[in-house]
């Protein structure tokens, strides 16, 4: 009778295995899922513990800097314990699909989920927020009525009166990326070579000083991302609050082709073994109650607009997104750097 029972296992087995094609079982049944992430650990970990406790999977998880991250899977290869990567911006995700060591998912929930200009074209990568890079300008010195698009900001009229951070930040290669892509290289650098000889001062610090910089009256207008702002104004630091109030975001490119955004997304690492939970875990961060949670914890939008903002977002109005595919932004990366280097943008 033992004997019967093992047979039938077998069985079963090789019929379970034959149907999967080559995931091993474990994949199948997996109790747990291994995540490295260049989100803060206050930013992600509620909701994966929301996940184990909805499904019984255990989420271990592993942080650093993006671009560690990346150097620390290309190292270990096929030996990596990682099943996921999640990083932010699209740029370092397109890096990771560049360097193979991610792989390709299908899934009709997420595709069904997540717009198709936030995600990988191959299912390589998703999207799980929207950031946002917006014009933030002094109450007090500029009116709304001035300000137009990212273009306008290399006239004349800004001169010594624009902040931004330095070239070296993705988020700013990105926005370059994004404007090749759609205006072309001849006009980009066009723009920035006026954009250049337009900044306040050398580029330095984060978006949270270009906010508090035009607070205090070293320039009147910054490029930041929006829920740098959104951060600042329910800060428990009062210095914060203060620099907030002084300032307002302006939604540049509404007459054309949209303020740019970008993403926080997530891919399914090359080397994983869980790849049923992996895909399991992704459909959760890209659900309504995930989506909601993040918009209110980081002020960043959700994937969809179907899901309801916080209030800070609210306050701040609807607006019109640049919808070219956010691949794009890590295709013309290279490009985009040789072009500020060119500006001379430091």
Not at 26 to 47: F, G, H, W
Not at 69 to 87: H, I, K, Q, V
Not at 322 to 344: F, Q, S
């Amino acid at each position: 009778m033992q004997r019967s029972a093992s047979l039938f296992h077998t069985i079963i087995t090789t019929i379970v295995v034959s149907l999967v094609g080559i995931a091993p079982i474990e994949s199948i049944i997996a109790d747990e899922v291994n995540i490295y992430s260049a989100r803060q650990e206050s930013l992600i970990k509620p909701l994966l513990d929301r996940f184990t406790q909805k499904t019984g999977i255990n989420v271990n998880m592993v942080t650093s800097k993006g671009d560690a991250l990346l150097t620390r899977l290309r190292s270990e290869g096929m030996n990596s314990p990682a099943d996921l990567l999640l990083t932010v911006d699209a740029g370092r995700l397109y890096r990771a699909q560049e360097a193979g060591v991610l792989q390709a998912v299908e899934s009709f929930d997420l595709n069904n989920k997540i717009p198709i200009h936030l995600r990988s074209l191959d299912g390589q990568w998703y999207g799980l927020s929207v950031r946002a890079r917006v014009l933030v300008y002094a109450k007090d010195r500029v009116q709304p009525s001035e300000l137009s698009s990212y273009e306008a900001l290399s006239e004349p009229t800004w001169k010594g009166r624009v902040c931004i951070r330095s070239s070296s930040n993705i988020y700013n290669q990105s926005l370059v990326a994004g404007m090749i892509a759609s205006q072309g290289m001849a006009d980009t650098e066009t723009w920035l070579a006026g954009l250049v000889s337009n900044f306040a001062r050398p580029p330095a610090g984060g978006d949270r000083d270009q906010i508090k910089a035009v607070a205090a009256g070293q320039c009147d207008v910054a490029i930041v991302n929006s829920y740098y702002l959104g951060a600042m104004i329910s800060s428990s630091d009062k210095t914060q609050q203060d620099a907030a109030s002084k300032v307002a975001l302006f939604w540049p490119n509404q007459k054309g082709r949209g303020t740019h955004i970008n993403i926080s997304g997530i891919g399914v690492t090359r080397a994983a073994k869980n790849i049923e939970s992996a895909k399991q875990l992704i459909s959760f961060l890209a659900s309504d109650e995930s989506q909601q949670w993040y918009a209110d914890r980081n002020n960043e939008f959700p994937v969809r607009d179907t899901v309801q903002v916080s209030s800070t977002l609210e306050s701040w109005g609807s607006f019109k997104a640049d919808t070219i595919n956010v691949t794009e932004l890590g295709r013309n990366n290279a490009e985009a750097i040789k072009a500020m280097d060119r500006a001379g943008w430091k």
